[in-house]
Nanobody, 121 residues
């Protein structure tokens, strides 16, 4: 099992910034791709940003230029720096990781419990 724990969510005013963290832990796994998803009320979960083990990143069009995804492989931690936040960014943000189980050489998806981000004045 791989456990993902998000932190850093909260309430922020439009135009403000927030930094989310996701700490991964677990034995017998190698973390490959990681990403941040979000789900707003009444909406489907969507991919916000992703980063692979080599550091290559991708972003949803709605957050390009405002959000930055990064990771510290030595600490098994992923970050999402969110700047110029807008009300439409309000959602529960979920950490996701694709992990390789060494014993079986099988890939699995893991999810964190989510952290609430609210952008409002």
């Amino acid at each position: 099992q791989v456990q993902l724990v998000e932190s850093g969510g909260g309430l922020v005013q439009p135009g403000g910034s927030l930094r989310l963290s996701c700490a991964a832990s677990g034995n017998g796994f190698i973390i490959n791709d990681m990403g941040w998803y979000r789900q707003a009320p009444g909406k489907e979960r969507e991919l916000v940003a992703s980063i692979n083990s080599g550091g290559s990143t991708k972003y949803a069009d709605s957050v390009k230029g405002r959000f930055t995804i990064s990771r510290d492989n030595a600490k098994n931690t992923m970050f999402l720096q969110m700047n110029s936040l807008k009300p439409e960014d309000t959602a529960v943000y979920y950490c996701n990781a694709v992990a390789l189980r060494i014993a079986t050489m099988t890939l699995y998806h893991y999810w964190g419990q989510g952290t609430q981000v609210t952008v409002s004045s």
